[in-house]
Structure formats: structure tokens, C-alpha cells
């Protein structure tokens, strides 16, 4: 499925814009953003600020300068929660 795609790229790169996912993806920019936010509610990944410290952008002169597809940059979140595996009992 595209949405587990998704999480798995995020987990590979560690982190990408909004355009770069579309692009990858093969998708427009604004059904993209809507499934990232099934990822966003569930606390899988999250949205970097770009005046955050921990954005790798941080060298812009100032956040005008970048396309908006390029302004949303998400991340697997720190917190990611964690799943619980379900084990076969023996019969």
C-alpha cells in the first residue's frame, strides 16, 4: 500500500520535503499532504519547523526563499510509538 510506502521511505531518507515525496511518489502535492497526515495523527512521523534548530535547511537566509513544496519537510518522529508483536500461542 501506498501509505506504508510511504512511512518506509521516511524511515530510509530519514527525512523529506513535501516535493520530493510527490515527486516520488508520482502523486500531487496536496493528496500526498493528505496522507502524511495518517501518518501525523498516529505520531509516526512529523513536521519540521523550519525556523527549528533541528531542520537541515537551516542555512537559508530566510523561509521565503524556498517553494512552499519545499517549506513542509517531514520526519519518523522521535517518539515513534512502538508496536506490540502478536505471538503465535501453542496449541
Known amino acids: 500500500m501506498?501509505?506504508?510506502?510511504?512511512r518506509d521511505y521516511l524511515i530510509s531518507k530519514g527525512q523529506a520535503n513535501l516535493q520530493d515525496l510527490a515527486r516520488h511518489?508520482?502523486?500531487q502535492e496536496s493528496a500526498m499532504e493528505q496522507m502524511?497526515?495518517?501518518w501525523l495523527q498516529k505520531?509516526?512521523?512529523e513536521q519540521i519547523n523550519l525556523n527549528d534548530e533541528s531542520c537541515s535547511t537551516a542555512n537559508c537566509s530566510d523561509?521565503?526563499?524556498c517553494p512552499p513544496g519545499v517549506k513542509k519537510i517531514y520526519?519518523?518522529?522521535a517518539k515513534m510509538p512502538k508496536t506490540?508483536?502478536?505471538q503465535?500461542?501453542?496449541s
Open 2 to 6: 501506498l501509505i506504508t510506502a510511504i
Open 25 to 27: 511518489f508520482q502523486v
Open 36 to 38: 502524511l497526515t495518517f
Open 43 to 45: 505520531g509516526t512521523i
Open 63 to 65: 523561509c521565503f526563499s
Open 75 to 77: 520526519r519518523i518522529a
Open 84 to 86: 506490540i508483536p502478536i
Open 88 to 90: 503465535l500461542l501453542p
